[in-house]
């Protein structure tokens, strides 16, 4: 009886550690792909990291183009302020010119007259809020009966289903 003891209490302790086998394996699986997680955000958030980078500095590079040509340098200022000492008393000239031009213009009229041609589904609609039967619609519309009753199917509001 002993050595049956024995024996039952060797096989429970191998069953025993053969469950802790397990559960260890299962333990480094889970711990293994929540380090590959942490890594997977981790590479995820350089790259965010570096790609703000990138548009922040192209900003830079954005900002200090648009600076260079807004503000031109002092032999560029001169130079301008001759032309334009020259060019103000052309382009006073030219100013009462377009003004004299634009005050003798005038609109002209629209000779087209916009017509208003309603769609078939408003048509059919309307014509069904006067009344009319589906088969009335489809005569007065040259359409098939199928066709306005599909089409008064697709428009019906769902119901709700409990």
Do not use: C
Request: net charge neutral; hydrophobic share 35%.
């Amino acid at each position: 009886m002993t050595v049956f003891l024995l024996i039952f209490s060797f096989i429970i302790d191998g069953v025993l550690l053969f469950a802790l086998f397990i559960m260890m394996k299962k333990v480094r699986k889970t711990e293994e792909l929540e380090l590959r997680q942490k890594q997977v955000a981790s590479e995820i958030e350089d790259l965010f990291t570096s790609y703000l980078m990138e548009i922040k500095e192209e900003n830079k590079r954005m900002e200090s183009l648009v600076r260079k040509r807004s503000a031109p340098s002092d032999s560029q200022n001169t130079q301008m302020e001759n032309r334009n000492d020259r060019v103000n008393s052309h382009s006073e000239k030219k100013v009462i010119a377009d003004k004299e031009a634009s005050s003798s213009y005038t609109l002209p009229e629209l000779n087209e007259k916009e017509s208003y041609q309603p769609s078939f589904h408003s048509q059919v609609f309307e014509l069904k809020e006067k009344g009319y039967s589906i088969e009335e619609i489809a005569r007065k519309l040259d359409k098939g009966k199928t066709e306005i009753e599909l089409l008064f199917k697709f428009h019906q509001k769902p119901t709700k289903k409990t």
